[in-house]
Every structure is written in C-alpha cells, then in structure tokens.
T-cell receptor
C-alpha cells in the first residue's frame, strides 16, 4: 500500500534553518501538504504545493518538490523555539476518494 | 467560531464495553474523516465520509464503525474496544476533497484496559 516516510526526529539551534524531509509513493498525487502539530493540539495546515510546481515560498517556509524522486521537503528559515512541534507531510487522496495518507511525523526540537 | 468538536476529550474504559466518540463541525463541510495517532506510526486514517450516508474505509478500519446521518456529525463507534485501540483520535473535516486544509478537532485520548 501507500507509504509516506519521514525521519522521526530533528534537532536544531534557534536561528538556524531546519529541513524536514518526506518521501511519498503515489506519483499521481495532485497536492502535497505540510501540517504542524503543537503539543496537546490537533494538526494545522502550514502550507501545500500543487504537483506541477517545484517550489513554493511562504515567509519563512520553503517547500521543495522533486517529483522524479517523489521527495518533498520543508525548510524553515530562522527557526524559533515556537517552531518546536511535530510536522507531518501528507499526499492528496486518489481520485474519487478522500483517503489521505500522512507520514509518520518529524518531531522538531529547537534548542535555545 | 468555525470549529470541529470532539467528545469526550479523555476516556478510560475496559475491554468490550461499547463506546462512541462524537465529532461535530459547524462549517457545513461535506468531507469528514477519523484518524488515530500512535507513536512512530504517525496519523492513520480509520474511516472517511464524502457526504451524508456516504462512508468508506481508510487504512485501519478494523474494530471501528462510523455513521453519517447528518452533515455536521460523524461519530466513531467502538463496538467492543480492545487494548490495541488505545490511542489518540482525531476527527477532521474539509470543504473540498483536496487542495485546501482539513480542520482538525482537539483530539480524544482513549485508554482501553
């Protein structure tokens, strides 16, 4: 079946850039998403990218998409302690379904 | 305020005792979904619904039931809970099938003894 993979942990120093990686399997995914989960809360959408784009920038966030390698990354510039959270990537559902596949999540810890 | 609500937020129960976790959204969304979150496994979809009376299985539907009798509500039913259903559960909804955010509820933490 489909599988979306992420590394489980990432630790960075405040002010550095963070790069969170994701490998997905469904090459027909129309959209790819990044969600953020803060402690004790549900998920919130950070950004998403349409599959015909290579890059999307939104303030401190940069999403890169390599369709050939089915690789998605999220770069957070000038990482702050408030960015400490779990980050999930997700691929859009197959046509005619609402069947979302999320990654395992990457726990980002920002050190002051 | 636009939101997805879940009840209860915390629940401790025993094996075999039927329970229902309610989910309600006030945004008139057609699409709704249930997920469970487990350490190291991420978020896995249990069931989803694309409209009233239209439900389908996600990746891990075994041991769960859902219903969608009205647009705003999408309850999750555990007919005979087992310890392996101990988890954190999230309900979510969206207006479109894709290309926009899913709105997530605050989560229900379930412990089955």
């Amino acid at each position: 079946g489909e599988d979306v993979e992420q590394s489980l942990f990432l630790s960075v120093r405040e002010g550095d850039s963070s790069v969170i990686n994701c490998t997905y399997t469904d090459s027909s995914s129309t959209y790819l998403y990044w969600y953020k989960q803060e402690p004790g809360a549900g998920l919130q959408l950070l950004t998403y990218i349409f599959s015909n784009m290579d890059m999307k920038q939104d303030q401190r966030l940069t999403v890169l998409l390599n369709k050939k390698d089915k690789h998605l990354s999220l770069r957070i510039a000038d990482t702050q302690t408030g960015d400490s959270a779990i980050y999930f990537c997700a691929e859009s559902p197959p046509s005619g379904t609402y069947k979302y596949i999320f990654g395992t999540g990457t726990r980002l810890k920002v050190l002051a | 305020e636009a939101q997805v609500t879940q009840n209860p937020r915390y629940l401790i129960t025993v094996t075999g005792k039927k329970l229902t976790v309610t989910c309600s959204q006030n945004m008139n969304h057609e699409y709704m979904s249930w997920y469970r979150q487990d350490p190291g496994l991420g978020l896995r979809q249990i069931y989803y619904s694309m409209n009233v009376e239209v439900t389908d299985k996600g990746d891990v539907p075994e041991g769960y039931k859902v219903s969608r009798k009205e647009k705003r509500n999408f309850p999750l039913i555990l007919e005979s809970p087992s310890p392996n259903q101990t988890s954190l559960y999230f309900c979510a909804s969206s207006l479109k099938r894709q290309g926009e955010t899913q709105y997530f509820g605050p989560g229900t933490r379930l412990l089955v003894l």
